[in-house]
């Protein structure tokens, strides 16, 4: 089995559960499995003990670890580093401060929902085909 390949779930790191779950509910509708947790180090939790995403959507600011702190961690772990990262934040970063981090994109909140569907297309299988 090859551990480096991706999956088809997107995963959400939100500490707000109410934001979590319509970004959940929104790609499911759009045909894009998603998991959700509530900070980075259940994030961490769940990548070390389960298929990786293809993508995942990482809030920065959050409670127990923060997305700055899961970002250094996701690198330094040679398992992890390569899920790309699409950072979906209100914390209103420079284009520099988002470069820093080596995320593939920022999002800023609120997110235009076309353009997260998009960015997450580019990553994430389409796998909802026969539903509609």
């Known amino acids: 089995m ?7 779930c997107a995963l959400v790191v939100e500490d707000q559960e109410v934001v979590r779950k319509m970004v ?4 499911q509708e759009c045909g894009y499995p998603t998991t959700g ?8 939790n769940y990548l070390r003990s389960s298929a990786p995403p293809c993508v995942i959507l990482l809030d920065l600011m959050m409670p127990v670890m923060n997305g700055w702190e899961f970002r250094r961690e996701q ?9 790309p990262v699409v950072v979906l934040s209100g914390a209103g970063l420079q284009p520099e401060e988002a470069a820093n981090l080596g995320v593939d ?11 997260l569907l998009d960015v997450v297309g ?3 299988p389409h ?6």
């Open 75 to 83: 690198l330094q772990d040679d398992a992890l580093a390569s899920i």
């Open 2 to 8: 090859d551990e480096t390949r991706t999956g088809d």
């Open 127 to 132: 796998v909802a085909e026969s539903a509609s």
């Open 37 to 44: 947790v509530a900070n980075g180090a259940e994030a961490l």
């Open 105 to 115: 994109r920022y999002l800023p909140k609120p997110v235009d929902l076309r353009l």
């Open 122 to 124: 580019q990553y994430c």
């Open 24 to 27: 959940q509910e929104i790609l």
